[in-house]
Every structure is written in structure tokens, then in C-alpha cells.
């Protein structure tokens, strides 16, 4: 069977260290509840956009990813673009969130059921997570990503344990898909 890491190294394999950084659409909506500083990690990054522009808004960004392709161009970008940021090569499948009381946890487009109920333990208190995924209604215009990767109605406010939620949208995206998007906090 191809590793989690095989098969996004691949991926990742023609990829480029952009300066441009282009962070999910998701975010950008609800980039009003990020702090101004702090420290930030972001879940399973891919290139590093999301830390990339994280960092580019003042908080310490640490990007974590399976891929150790999407790790170098990452570690690459930021250095093209004098951003400072912390790239960790860690598979979320068998190892828990790294680093603990998190400031921001932020993750989108990427589903691992056990690892989102887990984002509040390494939260700290007052700490704010953003979480952007599709849904399975999302396969009624897209054959990708497949039903495996997609939450089920409702599901994500429920996955976030511990969270206090703050914004829960949930519906045809601007940018296309139907994507399950939530703010949360952990409470004081
Ligand atoms: C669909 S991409 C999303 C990338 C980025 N979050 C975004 O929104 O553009 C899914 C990402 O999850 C990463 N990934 C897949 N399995 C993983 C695992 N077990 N641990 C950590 N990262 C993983 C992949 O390498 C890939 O970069």
C-alpha cells in the first residue's frame, strides 16, 4: 500500500517554491478571529500557505506535513520570501498534533477524524482553531475530493470536542465547493 507520504510526495513532486502565497479562501473569511500574535500551527499545510501567510500577519507559523517534499519547498518559500517558519515532518495518522498550547490551530482540506477531536488538547485557553473541509454534498458537482475525505452534514462542530464554537458556516462556497468552515475557541 502507498504511504500518506508517498503518494503526497508525488504530488508535490513538479511543485515550485512560489513566492506568491495563496492562502484557502476559507481562512481569508475567517481571519477576523485571528490574534495578532502568537504562536500558529498549521495542520497538514501542504506548501506552506496557509503558515506562509499566517507568518506574513505577524504570528511564530509552524507548518506540519507528512509530505518532506512539501516540507524543502516550504522551508524554501519562506526563505525567498524572509518569513521565518518552522516546518515539521510528522505523519497526523500515527502521531498526535506536535507542540502544545497552541495560540491558533488552523486546518483546512484535510480530514482526519481523530486528529480534530484532539485540536482543544493542544490548544491553550483562550486559543482559536479555524477549520475549513468539504463536505459530502460536495460531490454533487465534484467527483474529487472522494466521499472518504468528506464530512458528513453537521459533523464538524461536533469533531471540534472541548471548542466552543463561534462561527459555523456551512454551504456552496464562493470559490465552489461546499465546505464546512468553523471558528472555534477554547474556553477560559
Ligand atoms: C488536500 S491537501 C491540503 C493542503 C492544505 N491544507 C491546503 O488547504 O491547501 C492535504 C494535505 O494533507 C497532507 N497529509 C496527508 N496525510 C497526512 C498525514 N498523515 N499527516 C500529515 N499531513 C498529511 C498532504 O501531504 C497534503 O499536503
Not at 5 to 18: F, K
Amino acid at each position: 500500500m502507498v504511504s500518506d507520504q508517498q503518494r503526497w510526495n508525488d504530488r508535490y513532486d513538479d511543485a515550485t517554491a512560489s513566492t506568491t502565497v495563496s492562502p484557502p479562501a476559507a481562512l481569508l473569511e475567517m481571519a477576523q478571529f485571528l490574534p495578532s500574535t502568537g504562536r500558529a500551527v498549521d495542520l497538514a499545510g501542504g506548501l506552506g500557505d496557509t503558515a506562509l501567510w499566517l507568518a506574513q500577519r505577524g504570528l511564530d507559523a509552524t507548518l506540519v506535513e507528512v509530505s518532506d517534499v512539501a516540507c524543502t519547498i516550504a522551508d524554501e518559500r519562506a526563505r525567498l520570501s524572509e518569513l521565518e517558519l518552522d516546518t515539521v515532518h510528522h505523519d497526523l495518522t500515527t502521531e498526535s498534533i506536535p507542540g502544545d498550547n497552541w495560540d491558533v490551530i488552523t486546518c483546512f482540506h484535510y480530514l482526519d477524524r481523530p486528529v480534530l477531536r484532539s485540536i482543544s488538547d493542544s490548544l491553550r485557553t483562550g486559543g482559536i482553531a479555524l477549520v475549513g473541509i468539504a463536505t459530502i454534498t460536495n460531490l454533487e458537482r465534484h467527483e474529487r475530493p472522494s466521499a472518504r475525505f468528506l464530512l458528513e452534514p453537521n459533523e464538524l462542530p461536533e469533531l471540534l470536542d472541548g471548542l466552543e464554537v463561534i462561527m459555523h458556516t456551512e454551504d456552496w462556497a464562493p470559490w465552489g465547493y461546499h465546505e464546512a468552515r468553523v471558528a472555534a475557541r477554547k474556553p477560559r
